[in-house]
């Protein structure tokens, strides 16, 4: 009688564990299929928002402050060429020659966190991209695992124009200021088709906390970045698409 019950008991956690599992199967399927079919509508659809703007919109509304969302989108060959060469010089310089990961960027960053040194992160213009547009604010090993997903799935179904074009659509650069066409409005009153190579380092320059650091008055540390951005534009040259 004991021996049935135990029978009983083993066969139904199997059937249990079994129905988990295939429901667990169609979950990951049905992620998979419109995770794919998501980011391949925004090869060709520009994204309409993303959370961190309505995120910041919040925060707006929470410290009483007016809307504000100054965005305009302009296509890849309409972006200055300073600008695209700013942004890879500032961010990603072996953007053209990854497949989304700065190998010995990220192992250069685990290394100072783990001595408790504070330094800037491993993120490719791509994974940036990805976290942008398909994800929320934020740090967490689940989102990192959920941007590097994306990030394959641009590096596979985007072209490295897209990537860069999208990315300096949507990338935050100021209070309320997104994409470059908004900034080079908001700071120098002109299109980001006209940028100069010194206003647009100046620009990028300030990527890492947009929030903090302004080129309308740009501290020391932002001019020395800005140096630093230019010789590498000199260095790195035109962008070989």
């Not at 249990?16 to 090869?43: D, E, H, N, Q």
């Not at 072996?94 to 040194?117: P, R, V, W």
């Not at 860069?164 to 066409?181: P, W």
């Not at 001019?223 to 070989?240: T, V």
Request: charged share 25%; with cysteine; aromatic share 12%.
């Amino acid at each position: 009688m004991a021996k049935r019950k135990a029978k009983s008991t083993n066969s139904k956690k199997q059937s249990l564990l079994k129905r988990i599992s295939i429901i667990a199967g169609k979950v990951l399927l049905w992620f998979f299929l419109v995770s794919v079919i998501w980011v391949l509508a925004y090869r060709f659809i520009n994204p309409p928002t993303t959370l961190l703007m309505i995120q910041r919109n919040w925060e707006r509304k929470a410290d009483n402050k007016p809307r504000k969302m100054a965005q305009k989108w302009v296509k890849f060959e309409d972006i200055s060429d300073n600008m695209k060469r700013a942004a890879v010089s500032a961010e990603d310089q072996l953007f053209l020659q990854h497949m989304g990961f700065d190998i010995k960027a990220i192992e250069k960053a685990y290394a100072s966190n783990a001595k408790g040194k504070k330094v800037k992160g491993g993120s490719t213009i791509s994974q940036q991209t990805a976290k942008n547009v398909f994800l929320w604010p934020g740090r967490s090993y689940i989102r990192k695992g959920f941007e590097a997903y994306f990030t394959l799935l641009i590096e596979l179904l985007w072209s490295k124009e897209r990537i860069l074009e999208v990315y300096l659509n949507v990338i935050e650069m100021g209070d309320g200021i997104y994409g470059a066409e908004a900034a080079s409005q908001a700071y120098y009153g002109k299109s980001c088709s006209n940028l100069s190579r010194s206003e647009a380092s100046l620009i990028a320059a300030c990527f890492p906390n947009p929030l903090r650091w302004t080129p309308k008055r740009p501290t020391g540390y932002i001019r020395h970045r800005q140096y630093l951005i230019m010789r590498n534009m000199k260095r790195l040259g035109p962008l070989d698409f």
